[in-house]
């Protein structure tokens, strides 16, 4: 029998399903934009059940390209967009919400008024789950579900209800019902979770009002999660972390000081601190890069809420280019000197600024500004909020950081990973797989089935291309400079 590995990213933008073989290598990918809607400014949600029917989809899919037989697959592994939340019925398995995106910020006054009404809390939450308090994580979006559709609370009381991120959703799924199971590094996104003492936090739950009973059990990202049924085969689900955890994975970054950074719809930047737990002074999160072997692993993360999305808004909402890749010759071609600067906080400011009242602009505009040099500073814009995160992880952590890894859709734009290296001063590398995310759920898998070994995968590693700073200090400066005047005048719009 043959032992395939079978990975899924069920992200924001789109969701995967890649197929890796004996000897890890990933033989083949299918991959499906993912529908959002916004009900109201500010509103983000998926419909949950689109997102499993999808997801299987894709699984076919794969299945058929790479002419795979879903009995030779041994097992499954997961990752997925964290934080979002899905509720749903225990005994229909029906949603009674769509799913609420970590994008969304409905919940940016229930967190305001938390921060303001309770002393102390912010504190608590920052020791005991390494977050700060803000809409992006799940906990207000869950009690927002909770206290806003009709009888929810009385039933989730009752034991009728069950949460999940979107692991927990998938899994359940697959599982038809048999499992109610997520990982530590999920957990950890939850504002819920006690990364400390590995548990849900009574306290918080209290605070949120969340009962208990809803909430799924907490494992290591390598572990048997469930059995998924398909297509009449039962196939074990052996690894599960949250996408940006699995990518950290994925690149081999398992040493302390190892960083990345994934350009997707948003981009997250994960630095490996070990087992020790480092609290940020600078705007960071401290979340849990990983619970494996039976030892936990800890991660500063810089979380840009708008990235890759930005290049969609380019797309579909300006519809100044056809597809996401144009954008890389026009900015070659745009004038490098145009002073146009776009912040695109669309959904607010993470990190390190944390401001879900920012909104986007565009600056430095002339008679000569043409749409070029809109989609270049797009794209610098990417690279300018790396920087902020970077710089703000060398201070926390101490360490002089010296190249970054880099993955996901849009790093494979050149003009950007060449920006980024200029704007950073430091060497940006490109592995060969930028697929990252899965590769990370499949190393998982496959290692905790006994497929593979951890050291041989993490010698698989190959570079397609280091990026090198061409810029003179001067110009970086004055261009960094030219940035922060700008994020400066978004902060706060919309309070
Ligand atoms: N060549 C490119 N240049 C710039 N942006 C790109 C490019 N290719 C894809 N993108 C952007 O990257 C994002 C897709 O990356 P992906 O890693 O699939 O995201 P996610 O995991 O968040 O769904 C999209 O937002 C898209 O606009
Ligand atoms: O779907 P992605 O790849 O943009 O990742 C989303 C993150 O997990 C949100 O924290």
Redesign the pocket.
Known sequence: MKQYVLAL?L??????AAIFDQKAKMIGIA?KE?KQTSPQPGWVEHDPKVMIKDQVEMIYEVLKKTKVSISDVSAIGISN?RESVVVWEKRSGRPIYNCISWQDTRTSEICKDLKFEEEGLEAYVKETTGLIVDPYFSATKLQWILDNVSGARKKAENGELLFGTIDTWLIWNLTEGESHITDFTNASRTMLFNIVELKWDDELLEKFNIPREMLPDVTHSGYFFGTAKLAGANIQITGVAG?QQASLFGQGCIEPGQAKN?????CFILMNTGEKIQYSKNGLLTTIALGFNGKIDYALEGSVFI??????W??DGLKLII??????AIAKNANPESGVYVVPAFAGLGAPFWDSYARGGMFGLTRETNQNDIIKAT?DS?AYQTRDVLQAMAADSGLKITHLMV???????NY?MQFQADIMGILVERPAN?ES?VTGAAYLAGITAGIWNIDSLMNKRTIDKTFKPKMDEYTRNKLYEGWHNAVKRCMNWAR
Request: proline share 0%; charged share 15%.
């Open positions: 990213d992200g924001t933008t789109s969701l995967r991959q993912l967009q996408d994934t350009y997707g719809t948003g990235a890759g999305a930005a290049v969609q380019l797309r597809s996401a890749s144009d954008t890389e794209l990417m993955d996901g859709g849009a790093s494979a734009n950007l930028i995310t």
